[in-house]
């Protein structure tokens, strides 16, 4: 159980390209979900949190319309990069919890590895 | 979040040794979640940790939540070359859910 299920895996496209990140939770509710960015050798760095049906809360430093954050329904949120740069070359992972119950652990996508040439 | 104290940094280690790794933090938590990455994935749960003192098993994995709620170790025991991997400790210090991550183990087993 508990399955979060990311696409793409990888991307490669142009500077100036918008990419769209799909994150779905395959038998579970995710009530909330999460979207990290992840460096080489590095740690996850949270960039912000949706719960369904609200608008998503972003980190600090985050650029709220560089990072576009849509959580419609309780399977299914998505980050979308706008007008992408090689600096947003990145591994970009979600993660989704059902917020309804306590005790409930973030369970991982398996990420996307995002290439901006 | 906060950046929780994880070490070691990375150990090299021999097939069938046992490893411990440990975070530590300045805040108080009320969850301790240890997650395992491998290369080109997304971190996978290993075990989760509800309340201080708990000390869990998971197959050859044994985690406790410290006493003091500030600090939680993860043991492997016997290790073997799948075990390879980098081990993250993340802590959730209030009800919004957000983690803090420690900045990673990596472990090496060598046949």
């Known amino acids: 159980g508990a399955v979060v299920s990311q696409h793409p895996s990888w991307v490669i496209c142009k500077s100036g390209t918008s990419v769209k990140i799909e994150c779905r939770s395959l038998d579970f509710q995710a009530t909330t979900m999460f979207w990290y960015r992840q460096f080489p050798k590095q740690s996850l760095m949270l960039m912000a949190t949706s719960n369904e049906g609200s608008k998503a809360t972003y980190e600090q430093g985050v650029e709220k319309d560089k990072f576009l954050i849509n959580h419609a329904s309780l399977t299914l ?25 306590l005790n409930q652990p973030q369970h991982f996508g398996d990420g996307t590895r995002l290439s901006i040439l | 979040g906060q950046q929780l104290n994880q070490s070691p940094q990375s150990m090299f280690i021999q097939e069938g040794e046992d490893v411990s790794m440990n975070c530590t933090s300045s805040s108080i938590f009320n969850t301790w979640l240890w997650y395992k ?21 998971n197959g050859r994995l044994t985690a406790q939540f410290g006493i003091t709620r500030k600090d939680s170790f993860l043991n492997i025991s016997a290790s073997i070359p799948s075990d390879v991997g980098i081990y993250f400790c993340a802590g959730q210090e209030r009800n919004d859910y957000k983690l803090s991550f420690g900045a990673g183990t990596t472990v090496t087993v060598r046949a």
Request: proline content about 7%; charged content about 20%.
């Open chain 1, 77 to 101: 949120s998505t980050l979308t990069v706008t007008s992408a740069h090689p600096e947003d070359s990145s591994f970009y992972i979600c993660s989704a919890r059902d917020s309804r119950y």
């Open chain 2, 37 to 57: 990455q491998e290369p080109g994935e997304g971190p996978v749960l290993l075990i989760a940790l509800y309340k201080a003192g708990e000390l869990t098993s």
